[in-house]
């Protein structure tokens, strides 16, 4: 596709990259190495507009990422900016331990349309690991309330991903990213990662898919159904790597919990507000209604941090039963309900409806999927995996090796360094490079990112045999 001018003057302030970083050395960013810290490098992004982003040069790069699985509707829309400075200018806060806004109202009220079966009850938070952090102290002043204060295990999965507070850190599966940090080692139980891509060659879906279901029967008979009090589940586990699990797994297991009263959170911070093609995707794409939903990122489309936490009328129904009227959910943060984090995630929820872009990713999504769909032919490639506009391509030195090896663990950061050379920005994961494009991609525009990625691939394969490091 044709680049457009950078939406800024190249050249205006020739003093500006070098002053971003030197400023930066004060900036501790997310995951930061103790060998790096004040030296970690990064590339400096100066502006952006639709599926792009410019760096400090103006060189457009294709947002292989949409951010951080969030910029769903795309970069610079007016609608949402115009929508939160309205909003800062005539209201822009309000205390949400005694006041309310229109917008939190609104959204609440609208969202509750989206919500399947009686999730009715929405609780504003300042992201997802504040939602899922809500949801968990929600199960456990659930159960408190109920008389059941021994209830409180959380089940998880190894390559889950939750937040980074304390409780919704504790219940992550990503083992590798918890290595150094303390958590709530009580809190959770962790069951196999559904990895489909993982599973023998010789075993079917259907096989696989009954082994982890009597997985967690087991678990549960060892636990004690009265020690459970919830499974928190991705559907697609997003950040362990777009791990797909087999068909039917999502709705077994909530059929499971439902049988041994063990609430079921559905964790959308990633596939809610059109990742998969619907505002949620539990019950549209796995055909589950359950207990909670988290959500986050799409919600206002990284515009502004908001997410939030939807709860069934039947929980609230079930506390008031128990007759403790008087009990409270001390749980709240300053930014709650923000009147501008919901005035953006207003304006945003009309963008995904007035341009029907949750059809647009039901269609352009299976292009997505087969075009990166065939890198499997190159030899570094492993696996290509996904649904919708997520998607992961696993690299290996080994692909048949079925498993990641110690030597994989840089190939994402090569193949990325190739990639922003030739104008696409790569989520790497270890060996995995991470693909969730804002959803107003076309098709023609996924045949450049896919060829770009490609080339990537390629550059970084040649790099490896000259470098000694790979034979393929």
Not at 434 to 444: A, E, F, H, R
Request: glycine fraction near 8%; proline fraction near 6%; charge should be negative.
């Amino acid at each position: 596709m044709a680049k457009p001018a950078p939406p800024f003057v190249v050249g205006a302030n020739d003093t500006l990259s070098a002053d971003i970083a030197e400023q930066a050395r004060h900036l501790l960013q997310p995951w930061p190495s103790v060998g790096k810290a004040g030296d970690d490098v990064r590339t400096i992004i100066r502006a952006a507009d639709g599926i792009l982003v410019y760096d400090e040069t103006g060189r457009p790069l294709i947002d292989g990422p949409a951010g951080m699985w969030c910029v769903n509707v795309g970069h610079r829309r007016h609608e949402i900016a115009d929508a939160v400075a309205e909003q800062l200018k005539n209201l822009p806060y309000v205390s949400p331990w005694y006041t309310t806004s229109g917008p939190a109202a609104e959204l609440a009220a609208r969202i509750a349309t989206y919500t399947p079966g009686d999730l009715d009850h929405i609780f504003f938070s300042t992201g997802g690991s504040t939602a899922v952090e809500t949801a968990l102290r929600f199960v456990q002043f659930f159960n408190n309330v109920l008389g059941r204060p021994e209830k409180k295990i959380i089940l998880s999965r190894a390559d889950a991903y939750h937040g980074s507070t304390y409780l919704s850190g504790s219940i992550c599966g990503k083992m590798r990213d918890k290595s150094w940090m303390d958590q709530h080692d009580d809190i959770a139980v962790f069951l196999s990662s559904p990895a489909t891509h993982r599973k023998p060659t010789d075993m079917s879906e259907n096989v696989f898919c009954d082994l982890l279901i009597q997985q967690l029967e087991d678990k549960i008979d060892e636990l004690g159904a009265d020690k459970i009090a919830a499974f928190a589940a991705e559907p697609i586990l997003a950040s362990g790597g777009v791990v797909v699990p087999p068909d039917g797994y999502f709705k077994r297991v909530r059929d499971v919990c439902k049988q041994h009263d063990i609430l079921f959170i559905a964790d959308e911070v990633v596939t809610a507000f059109g990742r998969l093609g619907h505002v949620f995707s539990c019950e549209e794409v796995f055909g589950v209604v359950p207990d909670m939903i988290t959500f986050a990122k799409g919600v206002t489309s990284g515009y502004f941090p908001l997410g939030g936490t939807a709860i069934s009328d039947a929980l609230f129904a079930r506390m008031k039963a128990a007759g403790q009227d008087d009990a409270t959910f001390s749980h709240g943060y300053t930014y709650s309900s923000h009147p501008a984090g919901c005035a953006a995630a207003l304006a945003n929820l009309d963008i995904l409806e007035n341009e029907n872009l949750l059809e647009h990713v039901r269609e352009v999504g299976p292009y997505f999927q087969a075009e990166l769909g065939k890198l499997m032919d190159l030899p570094l490639v492993a696996n290509v995996r996904g649904v919708g506009l997520m998607a992961c391509v696993e690299c290996s030195l080994d692909p048949s090796a079925n498993t990641i090896l110690d030597s994989d663990g840089d190939l994402g950061s090569r193949i990325d360094r190739h990639c922003q050379d030739l104008g696409l920005l790569v989520r790497p994961i270890y060996n995995m490079c991470v693909m969730s494009p804002p959803l107003i991609i076309t098709c023609k525009e996924v045949d450049e990112l896919v060829g770009i990625l490609r080339n990537g691939i390629v550059r970084t394969q040649d790099d490896l045999r000259s470098e000694g490091l790979w034979a393929g």
